[in-house]
């Protein structure tokens, strides 16, 4: 598959990486080593596919532009829009084109996930009584010196937009209601630290934020039978995993541990994951739909717009 990289940030620098071999050009507007400085300027019979690595209010255009001409998009989360009709529209041209759009959300590949996935799927863990996740970096800074990061919802977005994936990831979709209990901005204009969640079966709580100084990620799930646990993302590492078993009526409960240490591979395994996707059309649309729906009614209660 021949690949076009649209955006050569930090994230289009990564997927460069990834693809390798499979990038036959490149496309910015003010980095130099860029081949191409518009899309539109990019021979269309040169390339199959895009990855679009570009800021959040240029996604929705590049899209239409790529899924027009019959090109598959993998596209850097979160894709998000004030005008919702705009992601069905995509998703129906996607479906015209026989094109694949897939929004990239790739803690989906990560390894010990995958084994809460799983033992979600088994029943391992009984009903599910709670979901929580801590989601923190230490990007405030970072953020606040970009003219276009630190605007909007902030954290509530790119950090909360991963969180609602791994909802969707673990528990499938549903007419859940969000509640956001916190929105701070310590350092930045936009959000470096938000609470949110659901008080809907079952029970989810959400922190994510700018302001941890060692990148951290958490997951509890607790269910009637057990629990899972994971602490830490490979590329933070070490990344440990805990299955325990409930012990009746109470007591210290059995557990399996596991830790791992490996570079992330969370990248090419989501690259690969495209590219089999590409084959078939398939898309995740719907996804970015109730996820973009989810954010909007939160950002309706800050009085702030989505983008």
């Known amino acids: 598959m021949k690949v ?3 955006g050569l940030g930090v994230q289009g620098r990564k997927r460069l990486a990834v693809a390798g071999p499979d990038v ?7 980095v130099p080593t ?30 239409k532009y790529l899924l027009g001409t019959g090109k598959h998009v993998l596209v850097e989360k979160p894709l998000l829009t004030d005008d919702e009709s705009c992601l069905v529209d995509l998703r129906t041209l996607a479906g015209q084109k026989r094109a694949t759009c897939y929004t990239a959300y790739n803690h989906r590949f990560e390894p010990h996930l995958v084994r809460v996935k799983h033992a979600l ?16 970096n230490g990007t405030a800074m970072d953020v606040k010196r970009s003219p276009w990061r630190d ?30 209990w916190a929105g701070n ?15 809907d079966a079952p029970t989810l709580e959400f922190e994510g934020t700018m302001v941890s100084w060692r990148n951290t990620f958490t997951l509890d799930i607790f ?11 490979c590329k933070w590492g070490p990344s440990t995993f805990t299955l325990r078993t409930r012990v009746l009526p109470s007591g210290r409960p ?19 994951h495209f590219k089999a996707l590409c084959a078939t059309g398939a898309s995740n649309i719907d996804n970015d739909i109730w996820i973009n729906a989810t954010l909007k009614k939160l950002a309706a209660n800050t009085g702030e717009e989505l983008l």
């Open 34 to 63: 860029a081949r191409f400085k518009s899309i539109r300027d990019v021979p269309l019979d040169a390339y199959d596919a895009a990855l679009v690595c570009t800021p959040d209010r240029t996604k929705i255009e590049a899209l």
């Open 24 to 30: 036959v050009a490149t496309v910015d507007p003010v």
């Open 121 to 136: 799927d088994n029943g391992t863990l009984g009903k599910i009584y709670l979901c929580r996740m801590f989601y923190g």
């Open 185 to 199: 901005r310590f350092e930045n204009r936009a959000f470096d630290h938000t609470l949110f969640g659901s008080s």
């Open 254 to 272: 059995p557990e399996q541990v596991e830790t791992i240490e490996m570079k992330d591979p969370t990248w090419a395994l989501e690259y690969e």
């Open 151 to 180: 605007r909007g919802l902030g954290a509530l977005t790119d950090l909360g937009s991963h969180m609602l994936d791994l909802t969707l990831f673990f528990f499938g979709k549903s007419s859940r209601e969000f509640t956001l």
């Open 223 to 233: 269910g009637e039978q057990g629990s899972a646990h994971v602490f830490c993302l």
């Open 4 to 6: 076009l990289i649209v």
